[in-house]
């Protein structure tokens, strides 16, 4: 009989089931590990649902947040815990593995964690680049609704022309005395809002501030999003 692998010896038989230690487990586990903390340090979720104009944030806000935060440290104590409990029964090789497996896991978690954008940078980075592959920005400038003098008014859906309808907006507002044109696109209660305001090509985008965050989309024009 052909001599056992050091994976093979140290597999564990316990209550009639088989628990391996072998390097595909340890591997596995690794890689997802390390997925989900990718996911939570480059704010991936956030992204997509910014894409989709908060699609996943109206779902599911508290597991986009805390998902990958929470789970990546879960599987990460996880494989802790394995380890201090199966050292008297690890080869040297394995030991070594799993020790080194850690240390990188931990490693990329911190770095996560130190450069995770915000939830709300990252969201509002999505809607931005959505928004940038089909808002047509100088017909909307060149856009004029008939509003009184120096008035700040809604407009009816009724009075959107082709270029404002192809953006879905949820509500429009003409800011007369300021030349600019407000599209409120998503939002409401404990999300905020957010959308896109297009002025003057001199109009310059406001400084962020607190949880009122601000993101240029071309000369005249930003995208926003106004917290609770």
């Known amino acids: ?73 879960g599987l990460g104590i996880f494989l802790l815990v ?29 770095l996560a964690l130190h450069y995770k954008p915000s939830p709300i940078a990252a969201f509002l980075k999505g809607f931005r680049d959505n928004i940038c592959s089909k808002a047509d920005i100088p017909a909307i400038r060149s856009w004029k609704p008939k509003v009184q003098n120096d008035q700040t008014e809604w407009v009816p859906e009724t009075g959107w022309p082709e270029p404002v309808k192809e953006l879905s907006p949820e509500s429009v507002t003409v800011h007369q005395y300021e030349q600019r044109v407000q599209f409120v696109c998503g939002g409401g209660g404990f999300m905020g ?22 993101l240029p989309l071309s000369p005249g024009a930003y995208v926003y999003y106004y917290g609770p």
């Open 82 to 110: 394995r380890l201090v409990r199966s050292i008297g029964k690890l080869t040297l090789t394995q030991l070594v593995r799993q020790i080194t497996i850690l240390v990188v896991l931990a490693f990329a978690y911190s």
């Open 193 to 214: 809002h957010w959308g896109m305001i297009v002025g003057p090509e001199t109009m310059l985008t406001p400084t962020s501030s607190g949880m009122d965050t601000y």
């Open 1 to 73: 009989m052909a001599p056992l692998t050091d994976d093979e010896r140290a597999t564990v038989v316990k209550g009639g089931h088989v628990r391996s230690s072998g390097l595909a487990f340890d591997v596995g586990f690794g890689v997802l590990t390390l997925g989900l903390i990718v996911i939570m340090g480059t704010g991936l979720l956030d992204y997509l649902s910014g894409w989709s104009n908060g699609a996943v944030w109206y779902v599911a806000y508290p597991i986009v947040i805390y998902l990958p935060l929470l789970s990546s440290a």
